[in-house]
């Protein structure tokens, strides 16, 4: 039977959302006719061959990005009697990223309703096509699909035409090396009407307020920033909506944020091909991982979350003790690897930012290292190993770290800045 808080429930959304709301759930009481039956021809052709139907979350740029490339790569290793139908969600976080997963993966309006019901009719757990989100609480690599050898999704030609004659009007020349700095502010999620609408049919006073201990302020990687410029590399700072500009005139840093024709198109291509990706962890840094870049993740937190399964080199926020102003160990972040920003705050934690010096000494270290010019000695090596070892002491390690790439590590810079950081 219904119940009373359900209805009520359906009744509010309707409110919310207008005519848009009711039209689905119309839509939805329809599909009863037609998407039911399909359900069960599908279960019986089961013998002959195994349809699988499943969905890419595609509101959240991040999400969208590694759910894709995660499946991408785990279709092409599908048998000939596997079929795996998609759809995909109405809120679209990049419209070029779409365009790439369509032309890539079998996508159909359709789907959505077949999967479904198919999902309600107890007894199809072998048709739905789950995704890394499902599989973790959140879009992580578990199984370290990404780190196979295949080529994810590629440009047309003409499109990578198109992006290096756009990079071309600012100066950038074929050959040229460039990097994507990526600065999280909380512009994106609080301006993001599609988002914000979305979780405000569920609950009115919704807010991305408790994000915002990671964001960080874009002045403070300038130095960094001017650092790969003057050594040749091209800069580009990222972001769809960012709170300021860049104060720097170097002719090697373009401040893409605010450029009157940046595009969807040109979010995409630069992190898929850029020389490395430098960012505090927020979303469409995501592509650098499903394309196999070289990162750098400054004032990355919580780092109990770190990217494990990619060739990620990390270095996070201070997190401090009120009562003795001592730094957390790594046992302790572990222990204290919180997503909300009040929680720091009721267990006596400060979260304190990485200083401009050391963001541009880390960058030092990662831009060295990727140029081959720097040669770890076996204290460094040790040290690495022990972060792994100390980070199976978290609560849900397997599944949020099912798989560890080799290349993924803290910051050398971090450890020798905070030596007992380890113990």
């Known amino acids: 039977m219904v119940s009373f808080s359900y209805l009520s ?13 009711f039209l689905r759930k119309i839509n939805k009481f329809l599909s009863i006719f037609w998407a039911i039956p399909c359900v069960f021809v599908m279960r019986m052709m089961n013998n002959f061959i195994l349809i699988r139907l499943g969905t890419i979350r595609s509101d959240r740029i991040g999400h969208f990005c590694i759910d894709a490339g995660i499946h991408f790569i785990n279709n092409k290793e599908n048998h000939e009697d596997v079929i795996n139908w998609y759809w995909l969600p109405k809120k679209i976080s990049n419209k070029f990223w779409k365009k790439m997963v369509c032309r890539n993966f079998s996508i159909h309006n359709w789907t959505y309703y077949v999967d479904y019901w198919n999902k309600t009719i107890p007894g199809g757990m072998d048709h739905i096509r789950h995704s890394s989100h499902f599989d973790t609480g959140g879009s992580r690599d578990i199984f370290g699909v990404l780190s196979k050898g295949y080529q994810n999704m590629s440009f047309l030609d003409n499109e990578d035409n198109k992006a290096r004659n756009w990079l071309k009007k600012y100066g950038w020349q074929d050959g040229c090396k460039f990097v994507c700095f990526l600065v999280r502010d909380s512009s994106y999620l609080n301006n993001d009407s599609n988002i914000n609408f979305d979780l405000k049919v569920y609950n009115n006073n919704f807010s991305f307020d408790y994000h915002n201990y990671r964001n960080t302020d874009i ?9 790969l410029a003057d050594n040749g590399v091209w800069v580009f700072r990222m972001g769809k909506i960012m709170a300021k500009n860049i104060e720097s005139d170097n002719p090697r840093i373009v401040d893409y944020s605010f450029l009157p024709d940046k595009s969807d198109f040109m979010d995409i291509w630069l992190f898929a091909n850029c020389t490395a990706c430098i960012s505090t962890g927020t979303g469409l840094d995501m592509l650098g991982v499903v394309y196999n870049r070289p990162m750098l993740f400054l004032n990355y937190i919580p780092l109990s979350y770190f990217i494990s399964f990619s060739g990620v080199t990390h ?21 204290h690897g919180y997503l909300f920003g009040d929680e720091y705050d009721k267990h006596g934690i400060k979260v304190i930012d990485l200083s401009s010096d050391e963001i541009l000494m880390t960058v030092k270290e990662f831009w060295t290292r990727l140029a081959g010019d720097r040669v770890e000695d076996i204290n460094s090596k040790k040290d690495q190993e022990k972060f792994i070892e100390i980070s199976k002491q978290m609560n849900d390690y397997k599944k949020i770290h099912g798989f560890i790439h080799k290349d993924t590590r803290i910051s050398t810079t971090f450890l020798k800045n905070n030596p007992k950081w380890l113990q």
């Open 9 to 21: 429930s359906q009744i509010q959304q309707v409110k919310i959302g207008s005519w848009s709301i």
């Open 315 to 335: 270095s996070p926020k201070y997190l401090v003790w009120n009562k003795n102003k001592e730094l957390l160990t790594w046992s302790e972040y572990c222990k």
């Open 219 to 227: 002045n403070t990687y300038i130095d960094a920033m001017e650092w």
